[in-house]
Nanobody, 114 residues
Framework: VQLQASGGGLVQAGGSLRLSCAASGSIFIKSTMGWYRQALGEQRKLIATITRGGSTNSPDSVKGRFSISRDNVKNTVYLQMNSLKPEDTAVYYC?????????WGQGTQVTVSS
């Protein structure tokens, strides 16, 4: 297993969760890491990416609520999610992208109740 995501669960609207994704060191150090989500019946969508140098990118829909970070010692990428809404309910996937590969984790379910 190259990527292992964790931290999903059931939370009430307005609550917070932090997702983690651990990767093997040889993959992590060379990759731009990202989080995506896929709601039932919808396509997978970008949530946030972070380069090896720490530059981040995310769509306006989650800016100010979600933040991505990485720990280059623990080979782990995080997604801090605050002020969660029912529409954030989805399976969240981590991704490791480099010119030589594009790896996906197994996904972790996030369910936000109203």
């Amino acid at each position: 297993v190259q990527l292992q995501a964790s931290g999903g669960g059931l939370v009430q609207a307005g609550g917070s969760l932090r997702l983690s994704c651990a990767a093997s060191g040889s993959i992590f150090i060379k990759s731009t890491m990202g989080w995506y989500r896929q709601a039932l019946g919808e396509q997978r969508k970008l949530i946030a990416t972070i380069t090896r140098g720490g530059s981040t990118n995310s769509p306006d829909s989650v800016k100010g609520r979600f933040s991505i970070s990485r720990d280059n010692v623990k080979n782990t990428v995080y997604l801090q999610m605050n002020s969660l809404k029912p529409e954030d309910t989805a399976v969240y996937y981590c991704n490791a992208n480099a010119p030589w590969w594009d790896f996906w984790g197994q996904g972790t379910q996030v369910t936000v109740s109203s």
